[in-house]
């Protein structure tokens, strides 16, 4: 290494051993970082180091991480740094993200030598079990035996059951030809049931979010191609969270890793949560033992987030393992560690006690909120105060925090399962059940009672709270009587479903004073607009899910009778969490209440752990682990015994490790039956002293600011610029505030021959121009049409079809003789700049040497480029954007730029652009400006497109239609 270039890093305040793991880089290395140690500050600055020291370029680089905000937060943070270092690079070239993402990545990049078929669907938890609900019984009740696995219980508990099974199964990537010879029966029954679930997957071209993990890594075992382009690209793996990884996501980082094992693997065993997820302690414990005697570890052990008193008092907490009625040991199933307080203690008081409740939960609630009311004036926010509790879902939480909203105390608790209790939720299902009069005829005469239970009476006070809300507004009653008599008799298809029922309500006044609320308002006043999204978009599942586009005579009784029946009921069974801001750390004007899951990363001033009636406990799913005792490719590390204890202490001392200024443990104090604190509380409980404003002097504490969450946000020149340039209120609705759109307008023309053409792209650049043949492309049209069509659920009629198939023979015939000037299709490029980061793709590149051009393919006839002039102004815009772009990531020079017209016949089918620099920046200051409206929250441009406007969703709300006729 050039020591003077060494000289030129800025380690900042980086101590010995975090400057230790900045520098050391080669070979494998193991970071045990503790709670409030630096580590996303040594993360960000190791890379920064990789970068500017060692001439590491972005793509050579791989990071995971556990959540989506962490990889936002340090992708923002080494973005800004790279900007004051003046350091230009793309960093949609650097791999930053979840493993799953990352996977995701690598399997769209390679999905030729994948099981997958274009247009695959991804299922979330809830879609997967609606899924398996779905072909319950035409797939798995079928199954000789298939009782053993589901029992006795409601279709939908069913459906959660397998769903369990098929993930284990997965994630430990269990052989199932194995569990097919088994001798036991129910392990036979298993295979058999995994083995159905997994055809019909991929018969219906979908995944589901365990499988993405084992995809990718089966894609690189099973073809050395793309594995050795990984293996070439990647020269630094950087892991974080590694004590919360699984068997899976280990294979994934040492196939990666490769021969020269450049591999950082960041974590802290005590920190470990997620074995409920199927992660392992075993990968952090046992990493050096498998890369050999060349790793390294390195111990952050300085905090610079607590007190001395909270750091000790969690120090005791983890090696104080034994009690009355209970002990255990540690072993070797930890890594040794003392972490020290930076910090030093400026108050005489200590900054560990606690709030308790004698003898009742109401006396608990009155000293929790005395103590908060007299904390607020040595505060300047409630958002400094967060309450931790195992579950926020519990009767002690929600109890707690329905009291405290009561006393002027506002709460932020979006997994409280308060969803379903909202009166505007209420309100728009109160509603629907009015618009569906045959189906309310037959649940109140009890048709629906036995299938409904509990859920019947909620219907009640959906109705009564939408009657109450729309007693006072003829024009919602008139539309309501319209719709009714329609509903009761329907003569003809509507041009709706329930979601455009939804977006019709949006124009009456109760809704639309959620639709305009101020957005710079705190998340607990938006609430209310948030929760219509949410809304929005269960809808939109719903529809998909069922396949209903529209109401019919056919349809509309069995429409409703799924929907309240069924998805409804499984949706408020699972619970429905609300709005979580990720750019906002805690919200202001309110306390936090979070699970402590949830905490896991973040800080806060002043720390609440309350559900201290808890007790170590094991949820064991016994078959599952029968099978993985056979069939699993590690044997069982922890004592089983042992690992309910394990997993309570690493909980609570991440609970405990979350405090910055001061940690108070809470609450009511019970003797015998549901003993409150419970045993394994006890003894640390009883030596703290309880809080007393005569004997804490708070004005000697000196209480930090709440962190601020300052996240770089994407854009993507279509789905935002374009689309606020069109309108904002559209922008608003469906980018902003994540409503489902309902018209989305069709692109599966588009899509199939823009997605044709790409599988001719990469023939040629895979060196197999020969198979550009007609029969193949047919082929290629084929199997796209279908996978799009099983996507989007529409479909082409013959004619349209053979126009779609035209366009593509006619591009490859006019363009077969400059196939060997290709260079690369779906070219992904990005602009960093100071608050942003904008995203695009360019469908081609082509040229010779250094020189190239660029082309946008529109599957479209050429429009008149007179009327067309502002439209063919934002393309070349876009366009030189990309052309700059590419440029400073290859160091090409563009010498033109197309749009490419394949639905043209008799004529040119390109408008050519020249490339002109010197409108470049004028051309990203436009981009800024944009970027800064919307990042204002400015929504006030509309659209004057009287067609956009006649097939939007918000027509009934803005009228802007109506009145431009």
């Not at 709030?355 to 909120?369: F, K, P, T």
């Not at 977006?503 to 639709?515: A, R, S």
């Not at 121009?769 to 082409?796: C, G, P």
Request: charged content about 25%; hydrophobic content about 35%; glycine content about 6%.
């Amino acid at each position: 290494m050039n020591k003077s270039r060494l000289e030129e890093f800025d380690f900042g305040n980086a101590n010995a051993r975090q400057k230790a793991a900045i520098e050391i880089t080669e070979g494998p290395v193991l970071i045990s970082a503790g709670p409030g140690t630096g580590k996303t500050f040594t993360l960000v600055n190791r890379v920064l180091y990789l970068i500017q020291i060692k001439n590491v370029n972005p793509e050579n680089i791989f990071i995971a991480t556990f959540t989506d905000k962490a990889a936002k937060e340090l992708l923002t943070r080494i973005s800004n740094e790279l900007i004051q270092k003046n350091i230009e690079i793309d960093l949609n070239e650097m791999y930053i993200g979840t493993f799953h993402s990352l996977c995701m990545r690598i399997i769209r990049e390679n999905l030729e030598y994948s099981s997958l078929g274009k247009n695959f669907s991804l299922l979330d938890s809830f879609d997967q079990q609606y899924f398996i609900y779905q072909n319950l019984w035409s797939v798995f009740n079928p199954i000789e035996n298939i009782e053993l696995l589901t029992g006795k219980v409601s279709v939908w508990n069913k459906a959660k059951k397998l769903l369990t099974l098929f993930n284990g199964l997965t994630e430990e990537m269990i052989d199932i030809n194995l569990l097919l010879e088994d001798k036991n029966l129910e392990t036979q029954v298993l295979g058999k049931a995994k083995l159905a679930y997994d055809e019909l997957l991929k018969n219906r071209n979908k995944l589901d979010f365990s499988s993405i993990q084992s995809e990718c890594l089966n894609l690189l075992r099973d073809n050395q191609i793309v594995l050795d382009k990984y293996l070439n690209q990647f020269k630094y793996l950087m892991i974080d969270e590694y004590q919360d990884t699984n068997t899976i996501q280990e294979q994934l980082v040492f196939l990666l890793g490769g021969e020269k094992k450049n591999i950082c693997v960041v974590g802290d065993d005590d920190q470990a949560l997620y074995r409920f997820r199927g992660a392992t302690i075993r990968n952090i414990l046992e990493f050096t033992g498998k890369v050999g005697e060349s790793a390294k570890v390195i111990k952050l052990e300085d905090n610079y987030r607590s007190t001395p008193d909270i750091v000790n008092f969690y120090n005791d907490w983890i090696i104080t393992t034994e009690g009355e009625g209970y002990g255990f040991d540690w072993d070797n199933f930890r890594i040794p560690k003392q972490i020290r307080a930076f910090r030093k203690n400026k108050s005489t008081s200590s900054s560990v006690m606690k709030v308790s409740g004698i003898a009742s939960s109401d006396d608990w609630h009155q000293n929790v909120l005395k103590t908060i009311q007299e904390l607020q004036p040595h505060i300047t926010d409630l958002n400094q105060i967060a309450f931790l509790f195992k579950s926020v879902k519990g009767q002690e939480a929600k109890e707690l925090a329905s009291f405290l909203e009561k006393n002027g105390i506002g709460v932020y608790s979006p997994r409280s399962d308060m969803f379903f209790d909202r009166e505007e939720v209420k309100t728009v299902f109160g509603v629907l059940l009015m618009l569906f009069p045959k189906y309310g005829d037959k649940m109140g005469s009890g048709e629906y009672k036995n299938w409904l239970g509990g859920l019947e009476n909620y219907y009640h006070e959906c109705l009564l709270t939408a009657s109450s809300v729309i007693k006072e507004d003829k024009n919602i009653i008139f539309w309501l009587k319209n719709l009714i008599l329609q509903h009761t008799i329907l003569k003809r298809n509507t041009d709706y479903a329930l979601s455009g029922l939804f977006y019709q309500m949006l124009q009456f006044d109760y809704f639309k004073k959620f639709i305009e609320m101020d957005l710079s308002k705190g998340i607990t006043d938006q609430r209310g607009l948030r929760n219509l999204s949410i809304i929005s978009n269960l809808l939109a599942k719903f529809e998909y899910n069922e396949n209903i586009s529209v109401l019919t005579k056919k349809n509309i009784d069995r429409t409703a009778t799924q929907f309240f029946n069924n998805f409804l009921r499984f949706l408020r069974e699972g619970g429905i969490e609300e709005y979580q801001d990720e750019s906002e750390y805690a919200p202001r004007g309110c306390v936090s209440f979070l699970t402590i899951h949830q905490s896991k990363g973040m800080e806060f001033p002043i720390v609440f752990v309350g559900g201290l009636g808890s007790y170590p406990r094991r949820d064991t799913n016994f078959l599952l682990q029968e099978v993985y005792g056979k069939y699993s490719e590690k044997d069982e590390f922890e004592p089983l015994e042992r690992m309910k204890f394990f997993d309570f202490w690493r909980l609570y001392y991440v609970a405990f490790s979350r405090a910055q200024d001061m940690l108070i443990l809470t609450t009511e104090k019970k003797d015998g039956l549901g003993r409150k604190p419970s045993k394994y509380f006890d003894e640390t409980y009883r030596q703290l002293k309880e809080y007393n404003s005569n004997k804490v002097d708070l004005s000697k504490f000196d209480f930090n600011e709440t962190k601020e969450t300052n996240l770089k946000q994407s854009y993507a020149f279509t789905s935002d610029i374009t689309l606020y340039e069109k309108c904002s209120l559209q922008y608003k609705m469906y980018r902003e505030l994540g409503f489902s759109p309902v018209r989305v307008g069709s692109t599966l023309f588009g899509s199939l021959v823009h997605q044709t053409i790409e599988d001719v792209h990469k023939a040629v650049l895979r060196g197999e121009e020969s198979k550009i043949t007609s029969d193949n492309i047919s082929i290629w049209f084929k199997d796209n049409y279908r996978t799009l069509a099983e996507a989007q659920r529409s479909y082409l009629g013959e004619a349209q079809l053979n126009a779609a198939k035209k366009q593509v023979l006619n591009y490859v015939e006019n363009n077969q003789s400059n196939f060997s000037l290709l260079k690369e299709a779906e070219v992904n490029v990005s602009l960093v700049q100071k608050n942003y980061i904008l995203n695009g793709q360019i469908d081609l590149v082509k040229g010779q040497g250094d020189t190239v051009e660029i082309i946008d393919f529109k599957a479209e006839k050429k429009p008149d480029i007179h009327s067309e002039r502002e439209r063919y102004e934002q393309y070349k815009k876009q366009l030189e954007i990309y052309a700059y772009l590419l440029e400073q990531r290859y160091g090409l020079e563009v010498s033109k730029m197309h749009l490419y017209y394949t639905g043209s016949e008799n004529e040119n089918p390109r408008i050519t652009f020249n490339k002109n620099s010197d409108t470049i920046e004028k051309t990203i200051i436009e981009f800024d400006n944009v970027v800064k409206n919307i990042q204002k929250k400015d929504f006030t441009c509309l659209s004057n497109d009287l067609k956009l406007c006649s097939n939007c969703d918000m027509r009934y709300y803005c009228g802007r239609a109506e009145r431009k006729r």
